[in-house]
């Protein structure tokens, strides 16, 4: 079964931090550009940062350096350390996975919310 299954959201207070973590079944991992996505309400949803298949990463300008994408094909999941928290960074996060234009997969998605 092709699947993407976000997990590691919560509510976490301005300053802290978070990993979510990505698991993918049914594709062929490795071959996928793999990256972040999160959507706040009202506003459209937005890349936060991506990884190739050979470990190119790109983020989002507005980060300022706080997140890191990572991936481990042997275990077929990518994840993203969130640090330095704020709350404009609350939204739901979704795991993207890409193979050029051939495929383009989605994951449901895991609520971060940052507040005190």
């Known amino acids: 079964q092709v699947q993407l299954v976000e997990s590691g959201g919560g509510l976490v207070q301005p300053g802290g931090s978070l990993r979510l973590s990505c698991a993918a079944s049914g594709i062929m991992f490795r071959m996928y550009t793999m990256g972040w996505y999160r959507q706040a309400p009202g506003k459209e949803r937005e890349l936060v940062a991506s990884?190739?298949?050979?470990?190119?990463?790109r983020y989002a300008d507005s980060l300022l350096g706080r997140f890191t994408i990572s991936r481990d094909n042997t275990k077929n999941t990518a994840a993203l350390q969130m640090n330095i928290l704020k709350p404009e960074d609350t939204a739901l996060y979704y795991c993207?996975?890409?193979?050029?234009?051939?495929?383009?997969?989605w994951g449901k998605g895991t609520l971060v919310t940052v507040s005190s």
């Open positions: 993207n996975a890409q193979w050029g234009d051939i495929r383009n997969l």
């Open positions: 990884i190739t298949s050979v470990g190119t990463t």
